[in-house]
């Protein structure tokens, strides 16, 4: 079974330029979500999809950051303008259905990592 | 108070010694733990995870839970440099959704 897909890989930028990451995630998986790992630190949930639906954006910096899973599968993560905080891991993650009453695990990409200069 | 402390590291054992990686937390809600082994530019894959208090072993690791003093550690035997990564606490209120992460204890396991 395949894993979770990211791109790119690495990311180099200047502040106030945008940058956008994408993720594919695993066949069947309907719920996807995206993290951000600012180094020392611990994942942080930036938002969660369910299909194409959002469930939590809560945590999301909607002034700058934007995400969209349009047909249910693939995503797209945005950052625009970028700031030097921004520097970071950005994850993605699914699993198999929120909507299931088994408890389902999460599945990790490599990440992409953000360098803002 | 952050919601999660975790020991950032590094620890550094010899081969085949016994390691106690160990969160606290502040939240007396959460109901699910979980251990993340996470290697250097990979994403965290899940150790083991923990409904409420107790323990649970899987081979050479075993996790324990203590509610009462809102304190979860993951106990590694006869480690392995293979064991070499950064390991995450992570707890929630509802299962696998809504994960607050400890900040990772980098372990160093020197053959």
């Known amino acids: 079974e395949a894993g979770v ?5 690495y990311k180099i930028i200047e502040k106030r330029q945008s940058v956008a990451f994408w993720c594919n995630p695993i066949s069947g998986h309907a719920t996807l ?3 951000q790992q600012i180094l020392g630190q611990g994942p942080k949930l930036l938002i969660q999809f369910q299909n194409n639906g959002v469930v939590d954006d809560s945590q999301l910096p909607k ?14 993560l945005k950052i625009q303008p970028a ?3 921004d520097s970071a891991v950005y994850l ?8 299931s009453t088994r408890q389902e695990t999460q599945y990790f990409g490599p990440g992409t990592r953000l360098l803002v200069l | 108070q952050k919601e999660v402390e975790q020991d950032p590291g590094p620890l550094s054992v010899p081969e085949g010694a016994i390691v106690s990686l160990n969160c606290t937390y502040s939240n ?4 699910y733990f979980m251990w993340y082994r996470q290697y250097s530019r990979k994403g965290p894959e899940l150790l083991m995870y923990t409904y409420s208090s107790g323990n649970k072993e899987d ?3 075993t996790a324990q839970v203590d509610k009462s003093s ?10 392995q440099p293979s064991d070499s990564a950064t390991y995450l606490c992570a707890m929630s209120l509802t299962g696998f959704q809504k994960l607050v992460f400890g900040t990772g204890t980098r372990l160093l396991v020197s053959p």
Do not use: H, M, N
Request: aromatic residues 16%; charged residues 30%.
């Open chain 1, 83 to 85: 700031k030097l905080e």
């Open chain 1, 92 to 99: 993605c993650a699914s699993s198999l259905d929120l909507s």
């Open chain 2, 70 to 79: 809102k304190y979860i550690s993951l106990f590694i035997r006869d480690s």
């Open chain 1, 63 to 76: 002034d700058r950051f934007s995400a969209e899973r349009l047909k249910g599968v693939d995503s797209t």
């Open chain 2, 28 to 31: 007396s809600a959460f109901q």
């Open chain 1, 5 to 9: 897909a990211q791109s790119p890989r």
């Open chain 2, 59 to 61: 081979g050479r690791f």
């Open chain 1, 33 to 35: 979500y995206w993290y």
